[in-house]
Each structure stands twice: as C-alpha cells, then as structure tokens.
C-alpha cells in the first residue's frame, strides 16, 4: 500500500468539525475525502491508501480506535500517518490511541495553526524516508540479529519483517543511529514529530513500549535511563 501524495482522509462525524478540517488541510494543497463514520473511513482507506489520516475516537458505529487498528492491520500501512483528532484528552485516552497505533493526538477544541503543524511535520517525516532512496541507509545491529533499512522502510528481526508505524520506525532508526547514546525524550520528540511539537513524555513511553513488544527477543537492546531517556544497546 503506496500512500496517495496528495489525499487526506478526515474521519469526523461533526460536519462543521470535519468542514474546518478540510478547509485548513486544503490550504496545504490536499485534496481531502471526509467520512462521517468510522466504517466508511475505514473503507476510504483502502480504496484510496491517503498521504495522511486524521480520526475521530467517539464515531457513530466503529470507534475510532477500532478504525485505526484496523488501519494498522492492513498490508503497508505503517507508512500512513494516522493523527487522532478527539475531544478525549485523559492520559488513559492519549496513550489508548497511541497505542491502538495512531503516530500523533490532538485533542479538541484545538488550534488550526497546530493541526496544519502536526499534518505537516508528519508529511515531512514520510517525505524523509522516500527520499532516503533504496539502499541509503541500512543498518545492521545486534550482530545480524536486527536490520534497519530507512530506504524501504524495513525491520528485520532474525531475518523475519516487523511491522512497524512510521513514529515507531523513526524513533527506533533515531536511537539505534548511535548505539550506546541516551537520548532524552525531549530529543526523541524533536527528532521525530519536530523542534516545535509539545507532546507528552508518556507518548514516547508508549511508543518505546510498543516497539519493544513488537521486536519480540532483541526488545531489550531499547534500553531504559532512569530520569534521562532512553538508548539503544550495543549488545544484548
């Protein structure tokens, strides 16, 4: 699943909501298709596969937490960018989305200026990558165990491909880039969703967490700082 250069999807049953929406993201250039329902957006993405998905949780028959796991579970989609748009704003809602496997949370009312900012920083993160070309950027860590390639966007782990969200896979290149580094979680931040991104520290806890459940036995070279961040082991 190639996503479309130019499409947005906007999953938000509130017509003057799902209206604004679509007003700013066209002000991007975007040609935006707005569903009202988490079905149909669910069906929207596979028809279309979009540069970037913006979703409601409270939808009228699938939540928007069901969509976006559905999203996820689709051949390729760790490529499309998928930004919760939700009045739900607890920690327990934030990290529910994260971890359903959204990359980014804003919660409602919200400013315009900051959606076209987290739309756009999450444009430019899969414009990196399709830049980074085929075999820029391969890396092997772990002794072979685990592989890196940021040109077609794969993880090997044992030979075997993990299926990670484009946040996910970002922020595990940013860390294994320097082995043995700390980096903090105001660094993962910024290398990841922008200099000028304000997000929750618990949103890089989840996301680490994910990560390391998905890499199964080499999840433990992501390793843990108390009271700094986190690094990526040279050994297990």
Do not use: W
Not at 12 to 34: C, K, N, T
Not at 193 to 218: P, Q
Not at 221 to 232: D, I, L
Request: glycine letters at 8%; hydrophobic letters at 45%.
């Amino acid at each position: 699943m190639t996503p479309g250069t130019h499409l947005a999807v906007v999953v938000e049953d509130e017509p003057e909501i799902a209206e604004l929406i679509r007003f700013h993201l066209e002000q991007l250039g975007l040609q935006v298709q707005v569903a009202s329902d988490g079905r149909r957006g669910l069906e929207l993405v596979k028809s279309v596969s979009p540069a970037v998905l913006l979703l409601d949780l409270m939808l009228p028959d699938l939540s928007g937490l069901q969509v976006c796991q559905r999203v996820r579970a689709l051949p390729g989609s760790a490529s499309i960018p998928i930004i919760m748009v939700t009045a739900k704003g607890t920690e327990a809602d934030i990290v529910a989305g994260l971890e359903a496997g959204a990359d980014d949370y804003l919660t409602k009312p919200f400013s315009p200026r900051v959606l076209v900012a987290r739309v756009q920083a999450a444009l430019r993160r899969v414009e990196r990558e399709h830049e980074a070309g085929i075999d820029t950027d391969r890396t092997g860590l772990l002794e072979g165990r685990l592989l890196i390639d940021l040109g077609r966007h794969v993880v090997l782990v044992d030979g075997k491909p993990i299926e990670l969200t484009i946040t996910e896979f970002q922020l595990l290149h940013y860390l294994a880039s320097r082995p043995g580094f700390v980096r903090t979680r105001d660094q993962i931040i910024a290398a990841v969703h922008g200099r000028n991104t304000i997000l929750s520290s618990r949103t890089v806890d989840v996301h680490v967490t994910a990560i390391r459940r998905k890499l199964g036995g080499v999840g433990v070279a992501v390793e843990t700082v108390r009271g700094v961040g986190y690094r990526f082991s040279e050994a297990l």
